[in-house]
């Protein structure tokens, strides 16, 4: 039985959508069918399909209470809609179905594991919300609540775990057969934690053991976690809230985090090795990912930032991108991320330009080189090896007084996206850096995925990446580079369209 506040918001999502046109969207990231989009939920294959399903409000380009939104394609580039699956129309989730995953069942169902928002004051009298663990068994179209709901609730809680800070479930299926959940928390020492349930059916579960505990290293409470093998270490992903910058590493307020390190499949213990953030750029929180058929991890995170939400005006008909899938991979310990390889499916026009010599801060623009969907890479090096220069800079998005920039200044070993000037008329971030170890010899290769309404930097082969997404005008379209000293680049750009 499809509820009313389902059927109600299937109806408006239905008729809004066909008052966005096309070109008013990007090319080839995922938004909101219309309205409000946060976190990716439910990340999977299904029947033959890549299913995403996303935090929605349909209602508005503010956030609200959520819905599921729900999106398929062949190749995570072309998306197409489907009716939204989830609404919050129970008692348990009438103030949300906030952010989950997805699993395929024994019999070839799809659940959807979610957290469910009850109505509740804390004890400071803030209307907050209970936070408990439901489901919803479907078809890859249709989706039922589960009788049962919610199936992981306070009771199942250890000592000192919140039960208003109780989020996000990753679930997994283990080796032994059995089912792993991993769960967000606040604990009583107010900062984030990852706890595990254990369930042999996905409807009954148990709580395991602490996962992860943030001890009040990264930010506060950790939302979003996600956990998988990789190269041999085991990965875990969260997004830490309020977190305070440490050197370049980690920035202000919302950030992503990597652990890496080693999982023991029997005891559940993960032994941290190494941390890092996921990405340093603006616009990156709440990565999930999937392992494709031909075995490679692919993450697609929500490309905005819950600081910066602003920078899209709040009468616009959709608000909120989906990041381009990335193939993750670990290399010297580090988690690098590489740009979906299906992209180059996409691919127009190629132009390339070798040995261009730029000097002086005399714009250089090059034949070929603009527009606003495209993949370009740029191999940079000094002209001199003995005289290093200072900076060289790309501007896109450029027109008239308008540009987004991204510089590398190899003393510093820096790499900074600057969007200023993008049009954005909100006083939030518009700049970040990176600091790129081993640069200072003034070598570096860029490569900016443009869509219209993003940039994505994977400096190195994707060693560090920088997002930011921006709201110019789509006729702003020039590219050009500058430097103050002389630097000799390489150019390969593919239009995208
Ligand atoms: C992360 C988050 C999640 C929550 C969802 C609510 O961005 O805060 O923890 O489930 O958004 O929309």
Redesign the pocket.
């Known amino acids: 039985m499809i509820s009313q506040a389902l059927r109600d918001a299937r109806r408006y999502e239905e008729i809004l959508e066909k008052t966005i046109e096309e070109s008013q969207r990007p090319l080839f990231h995922l938004t909101p069918r219309c309205g409000w989009m946060?976190?990716p939920n439910g990340f999977s294959i299904y029947d033959g399909f890549y299913h995403l399903f996303y935090?929605y409000y349909p209602y508005s380009s503010k956030?609200g209470p959520?819905h599921w939104g729900h999106a398929i394609s062949r190749d995570l580039l072309h998306w197409n809609y489907l009716p939204a699956v989830l609404a919050p129309d129970q008692l348990y989730d009438q103030k949300?179905c906030?952010?989950g995953s997805a699993i395929t069942m024994e019999d070839g169902r799809q659940l959807l594991m979610y957290?469910s928002v009850g109505e509740t004051m804390d004890p400071a009298g803030f209307d907050s919300g209970i936070q408990t663990q439901s489901i919803a068994i479907g078809d890859g179209f249709e989706y039922e609540k589960y009788s049962g709901n919610p199936v992981i609730t306070e009771a199942d809680l250890p000592e000192g775990a919140s039960r208003f800070d109780f989020?996000?479930p990753k679930v997994w299926k283990a080796e032994d057969g059995t089912y792993v959940a991993a769960v967000?928390n606040r604990p009583a020492d107010g900062s984030g934690s990852v706890l595990l349930f254990k369930s042999t059916d996905l409807l009954h579960w148990k709580y395991w053991r602490v996962l992860a505990s943030n001890r009040g290293r990264f930010g506060s409470m950790w939302?979003?976690p996600d956990f998988f093998s990789l190269d041999g270490k085991q990965v875990l992903l969260v997004?830490p809230q309020d977190m305070h910058p440490s050197g370049f590493e980690y920035h202000n307020g919302n950030g992503t985090l990597c652990l890496i390190g080693t999982y023991d499949e029997k005891t559940g213990e993960f032994v941290e090795e190494s941390n890092q953030a996921i990405d340093y750029g603006i616009d990156f929180?709440?990565p999930q990912t999937i392992e494709t058929p031909d075995g490679h991890r692919v993450m697609i995170g929500?490309m905005q930032n819950?600081d910066a939400c602003a920078i899209r005006a709040p009468y616009e008909k959709w608000a909120g991108q989906m990041s381009l899938p990335r193939e993750l991979s670990i290399r010297n310990g580090r988690l690098y991320q590489s740009p979906w390889r299906g992209l180059s499916s996409l691919y127009t026009d190629t132009v390339i330009h070798k040995n261009v010599l730029v000097s002086g801060l005399d714009e250089v623009v090059l034949e070929g080189i603009s527009g606003r969907c495209l993949d370009m890479t740029v191999r940079i090096r000094p002209a001199d090896r003995e005289k290093i220069f200072h900076k060289i800079s790309i501007r896109f998005a450029q027109k008239d007084n308008l540009r987004t920039g991204v510089s590398f200044r190899p003393y510093e070993q820096t790499v900074k996206i600057d969007r200023k000037y993008s049009g954005s008329c909100r006083a939030i971030v518009h700049q970040r850096r990176c600091l790129v170890p081993g640069s200072r010899c003034g070598e570096i290769t860029l490569r900016l995925i443009l869509d219209r309404y993003s940039a994505e930097i994977f400096i190195n082969d994707g060693e560090y990446v920088m997002t930011a997404s921006l709201f110019t005008p789509l006729e702003a379209e020039r590219i050009c580079f500058f430097a103050d000293g002389d630097a000799v680049i390489d150019v390969e750009k593919h239009g995208i369209g």
């Open positions: 946060n976190d935090q956030w959520m949300g906030f952010s957290t989020r996000d967000a939302e979003c997004s929180y709440a929500w819950w």
